[in-house]
C-alpha cells in the first residue's frame, strides 16, 4: 500500500471526525462557549488542563496569536510534555491519587473560574480528580474526551468513575478506544491517531464561540494578535496589562 493512500485515508479519516464533531457536539460546544464568556464577563479566571499528549490540545489555546488571553495553562509538573525520563514517568503520574488536589490547593484558582479538562480516555485518577476537586472549589468544569472510554474501559479511578462523570459539559471527541485510524497489510499495530487534531479545533471552536459571546453582548473579548506582525507586540503587551490579574502564564 503506498505511502500516498495511507495519508489520504488519515486525512479522510481526521476530516470526518471533525465533521462529526462540528455537527454532533454542536450544542455542548456552544453552552462550553457561553460558560467561557460568562467567566470572563463576571470577572472570573480561565484554566485548562490536559496531561500527556491531551496537554498538547490544552496549551494550543494558551498565550497564542488569535487565542484569547485570558486561558491559563494549569500544569501539573511531570505530565505537561514529553520532558520527563522515562517517558513513561508521565503515564505512572496520571494515575496517582491525590496529585490534582495538591495542584488545585497550590493554584491561584477560586470558586467562580472555569476549567477546561482535557482527557482522551478520562479514566486515570489524573483527570477525573481534577474535575472533581475543582467543581468542589466551586469552578465550573467542561470536560472534552471520548465517550467510547467510559463504554468500553474501566475506570482506574477508585470511585469507577471517569471524568465525564464530573462535569458541568462535557464535549465528546468521538475518538475510537485505541486512537488509531489506520491499519494496514505488514503493519502489526494500528496507527493514525487523530484525537490532537480533533481535540484542539474542539478547543478552539469552544474559544471562537465565547468571543462571539462576548462580542455579541458589547464585550470587546480580550484576544491576542501574533507578535510577528507588525503592532502585534505592542497590542498584547496592552491586553497583558489590562487583564494582567486574571493571567498568570507571565509571573
Given amino acids: 500500500m503506498s505511502e500516498n493512500k495511507l495519508s489520504g485515508q488519515f486525512f ?12 454532533e457536539e454542536a450544542g455542548h460546544i456552544a453552552a462550553a462557549g457561553t460558560v467561557l464568556a460568562d467567566t470572563v464577563q463576571e470577572g472570573g479566571r480561565l484554566f485548562v488542563f490536559g496531561a500527556g499528549h491531551s496537554s498538547l490540545a490544552a496549551q494550543d489555546v494558551v498565550y497564542r496569536a488569535g487565542g484569547l488571553a485570558l486561558v491559563n495553562l494549569l500544569a501539573v509538573p511531570g505530565v505537561v510534555g514529553l520532558d520527563v525520563m522515562p517517558a513513561t514517568l508521565g503515564s505512572a503520574l496520571e494515575r496517582v491519587n491525590g496529585l490534582a488536589g495538591a495542584v488545585l490547593d497550590t493554584s491561584p484558582a477560586e470558586p467562580g473560574d472555569a476549567l ?3 482527557s482522551l480516555s478520562g479514566r486515570n485518577s489524573l483527570p477525573v480528580e481534577m474535575a472533581m476537586n475543582a467543581r468542589a472549589l466551586g469552578l465550573k468544569v467542561i470536560g472534552v474526551t471520548s465517550l467510547a ?5 474501566k475506570s482506574r479511578h477508585a470511585s469507577g468513575t471517569f471524568l465525564k462523570d464530573h462535569c458541568d459539559i462535557v ?3 468521538k475518538i475510537a478506544v485505541g486512537d488509531a485510524e489506520l491499519s494496514a497489510e505488514g503493519i502489526a499495530a494500528p496507527f493514525g491517531p487523530a484525537s490532537t487534531v480533533v481535540t484542539s479545533a474542539l478547543l478552539q471552536a469552544v474559544v471562537a464561540t465565547a468571543a462571539g459571546e462576548l462580542a455579541a453582548r458589547g464585550i470587546d473579548p480580550p484576544m491576542l494578535r501574533s507578535g510577528n506582525v507588525d503592532g502585534g507586540h505592542e497590542w498584547n503587551g496592552r491586553v497583558l496589562d489590562e487583564y494582567g490579574d486574571r493571567i498568570f502564564f507571565r509571573h
Fill in 116 to 118: 477546561i479538562v482535557v
Fill in 171 to 173: 464535549i465528546d471527541s
Fill in 12 to 23: 479522510d479519516a481526521a476530516i470526518g471526525l471533525l465533521q462529526q464533531v462540528r455537527d
Fill in 149 to 153: 472510554y467510559a463504554e468500553r474501559t
